[in-house]
């Protein structure tokens, strides 16, 4: 007898009941309506993971306000009653098929590259950000320099993302995801570099991690005490591969500490551009997922190359995470859970499938391609 393969135990997040460890990582998809309704075909695609038996799906970052929140053309919002109503139906669409889905709540701040209500960038600081924007997102050249947020500006963007999460509890979503990850706002004000404020959010990392606590716990002041909210952070980032927080482990314990404090339901450690060891290990020998788990006692997600069945298999069975997350082996291997389970092999995952754009209809003509169909 072969034992099972620990992502494929049962888990619990928060008060959901989880049929295995596998959970989808947050994937934009550029594929919403111009007005950022959601969309049938995107219906779909998040239903066909939970076919493949993913214990937890986890949308990508819709946006949180018609203010400076949203990032690229085609994004989805949870910003109005029409976002909601077409998300209504993409949790109905996941349930059916026997998972839990938790939508993720994005605010782009700088790295906005397509914005259909704003033609400016709002961030904690007036400071350009590094790298260019990204083509398979739909942006091209130089990100502009952003407008340095006024408290007037923090307080609208915190409220957009507590009603955001109103509208996902309300639309059917079993929970909701800040997205302090990557570079975008919450991720600004957290990096020394990107917030250069003399006030209560800049300076100092309890300082820092402010915002991002401010906004679990208006989320959590809506939403009541069960609902799940996650926090979503990173060391790495979408224009920045290299960043690490400066005070490593000190600054992971008052990071995680705040926003367990605040509310937070659960933690999940995204790694950007890399695998999770490279993001993971701090300087005081511990990993960052390991000590978001010891500092809170919450649940923690660990990611970035967790498709790997023995990579995911070290993390759970080390104490390193509850969960993982997994997001371009998912994209090859919708399937993954029923793969993992069964010992079956996987498909590697091919960059081209996001080519040009990350659209979900650019994964189907590459699909169609591979099958050796002719348009
Ligand atoms: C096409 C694509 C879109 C992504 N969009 C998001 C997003 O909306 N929100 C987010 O937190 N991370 C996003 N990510 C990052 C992934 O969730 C994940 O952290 C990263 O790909 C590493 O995990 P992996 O090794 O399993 O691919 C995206 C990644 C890809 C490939």
């Known amino acids: 007898?072969?034992?099972?393969?620990?992502?494929?135990?049962?888990?619990?997040?928060?008060?959901?009941?989880?049929?295995?460890?596998?959970?989808?990582?947050?994937?934009?998809r550029v594929s919403a309506a111009p007005d950022g309704t959601p969309t049938a075909e995107m219906a779909d695609y998040y239903a066909a993971y939970a076919e493949g038996?993913?214990?937890?799906?986890?949308?990508?970052?819709?946006?949180?306000?018609?203010?400076h929140s949203q990032g690229y053309l085609n994004q989805p919002g949870i910003a109005s009653d029409a976002h909601a109503a077409a998300w209504r139906d993409i949790a109905?669409?996941?349930?059916?098929?026997?998972?839990?889905?938790?939508?993720?709540?994005?605010?782009?701040?700088?790295?906005?590259q397509g914005n259909r209500y704003r033609d400016d960038t709002a961030g904690p600081s007036a400071v350009p950000p590094v790298g260019e924007?990204?083509?398979?997102?739909?942006?091209?050249?130089?990100?502009p320099t952003p407008r340095a947020m006024t408290q007037d500006d923090i307080d609208v963007a915190v409220r957009g993302f507590a009603d955001a999460a109103v509208r996902a509890r309300d639309a059917?979503?079993?929970?909701?995801?800040?997205?302090?990850?990557?570079g975008y706002l919450l991720d600004q004000f957290l990096t020394t570099y990107t917030n250069t404020?003399?006030?209560?959010?800049?300076?100092?990392?309890?300082?820092?991690?402010?915002?991002?606590?401010?906004?679990?716990?208006?989320?959590?002041?809506?939403?009541?005490?069960?609902?799940?909210?996650?926090?979503?952070?990173?060391?790495?980032?979408?224009?920045?591969?290299?960043?690490?927080?400066?005070?490593?482990?000190?600054?992971?314990?008052?990071?995680?500490?705040?926003?367990a404090e605040a509310g937070a339901t659960y933690l999940h450690i995204a790694s950007e551009g890399r695998d999770w060891i490279e993001t993971a290990r701090l300087d005081d020998g511990t990993?960052?997922?390991?000590?978001?788990?010891?500092?809170?006692?919450?649940?923690?997600?660990?990611?970035?190359?967790?498709?790997?069945?023995?990579?995911?298999?070290?993390?759970?069975?080390?104490?390193?995470?509850?969960l993982v997350s997994v997001a371009r082996g998912a994209l090859a291997n919708p399937?993954?859970?029923?793969?993992?389970?069964?010992?079956?092999?996987?498909?590697?995952?091919?960059?081209?499938?996001l080519q040009p754009m990350a659209t979900l209809a650019n994964a189907g003509l590459w699909r169609r391609a591979r099958a050796g169909v002719t348009v």
Not at 101 to 111: E, R, S
Not at 172 to 182: K, S, T
Not at 335 to 352: G, I
């Open 1 to 28: 007898m072969t034992t099972a393969h620990p992502a494929s135990l049962p888990a619990r997040l928060g008060g959901l009941d989880l049929a295995n460890r596998f959970a989808v990582a947050p994937m934009s």
């Open 53 to 67: 038996g993913f214990g937890l799906v986890i949308t990508e970052g819709a946006y949180t306000d018609t203010v």
């Open 92 to 112: 109905g669409r996941v349930h059916a098929a026997g998972s839990p889905i938790v939508l993720q709540l994005m605010h782009a701040g700088a790295l906005s």
């Open 133 to 143: 924007k990204m083509p398979e997102y739909g942006g091209h050249g130089p990100w």
């Open 172 to 182: 059917g979503m079993d929970g909701v995801e800040i997205h302090g990850a990557n």
């Open 197 to 259: 404020r003399d006030d209560s959010y800049g300076g100092p990392v309890a300082n820092r991690v402010r915002l991002m606590a401010e906004v679990v716990g208006a989320i959590r002041a809506e939403v009541g005490p069960d609902f799940c909210v996650g926090v979503r952070l990173s060391q790495t980032k979408v224009n920045d591969f290299v960043y690490r927080w400066p005070g490593g482990a000190y600054d992971a314990r008052v990071i995680f500490t705040a926003l």
């Open 287 to 322: 990993t960052i997922t390991g000590l978001a788990r010891l500092t809170t006692g919450l649940p923690v997600i660990a990611n970035g190359g967790m498709h790997q069945p023995q990579l995911a298999a070290q993390v759970l069975r080390d104490g390193h995470a509850d």
């Open 335 to 353: 399937d993954l859970p029923r793969r993992v389970a069964d010992d079956l092999p996987l498909e590697a995952f091919d960059h081209m499938m």
